[in-house]
């Protein structure tokens, strides 16, 4: 299927796990985002990639690990889960740089850190 | 940090009504765009307008912006329940090799 997807949807963890988020995009665009979302804060940025084996922090990249190997696949991981990371996660993939800067988002993983 | 930030926070209106959301911003942008996104689902490209653009519309959808002000609002014609959502605004660098920075978003209730 074309586009972008997530994986797991949900996935519930205990404090001190490793956790890893899975995306992968069929557009082949060059970049690609990881968000969280939470009350109150909005979309904040993770971290985000610009090419394979390029990538950049975000707002909030304590806590994350990031790799892309392939240009298709952006896996985020949780080294050590800690229940502020509880949030839901979003990924997505797009152009940077002007004027062709468009996102394009996936379904989205909700986890939560007990 | 935000650089939009939406107002109002939430907004509840009649099917058929008109809806309109603002954004206002920081800094000098190259173009500010709005997504919509609908309850438990990732986030979805509505339209983009340019620095250079005042005003733009798709479909029911109008957006203004007003670089003097920094700021910009989006218009919804005619609210249908399925408009039931939540929609952010989010700006592009100058330089155009940054990420986009969305605002925290606008909830918006249509009651059918």
């Known amino acids: 299927d074309a586009g972008i997807t997530q994986s797991p949807r949900y996935k519930i963890t205990e404090t001190g796990r490793q956790v890893t988020l899975m995306c992968h995009q069929t557009?082949?665009?060059?970049?690609m985002f990881w968000y969280r979302q939470d009350l109150g804060h909005g979309l904040r940025l993770i971290y985000y990639s610009a090419a394979a084996d390029i990538t950049d922090k975000g707002e909030v990249p304590d806590g994350y690990v990031v790799s892309r190997s392939k240009t298709e696949n952006f896996p985020l991981t949780l080294e050590s889960a800690t229940r502020s990371q509880t949030s839901v996660y979003f990924c997505?993939?797009?152009?940077?740089?002007?004027?062709?800067?468009?996102?394009?988002f996936g379904a989205g993983t909700r986890l939560s850190v007990l | 940090s935000q650089q939009g930030e939406e107002d109002p926070q939430a907004l509840s209106i009649q099917e058929g009504e008109n809806a309109t959301m603002n954004c206002s911003y920081k800094t000098s942008i190259n173009n500010l765009q709005w997504y919509r996104q609908n309850s438990g689902r990732g986030l979805v490209h509505l339209i983009l307008i340019r620095s250079n653009e005042r005003e733009k519309h798709s479909g029911r959808l109008r957006v203004t912006l007003d670089t003097s002000k920094k700021s910009s609002s989006l218009l919804i014609t005619a609210s249908r329940a399925a408009d039931t959502a939540s929609y952010f605004c989010a700006t592009g660098s100058i330089s155009g090799n940054t990420p986009l920075v969305f605002g925290k978003g606008t909830r918006l209730s249509v009651i059918a």
């Open positions: 997505a993939s797009g152009g940077l740089g002007w004027p062709i800067n468009i996102q394009y």
């Open positions: 557009w082949s665009h060059s970049y």
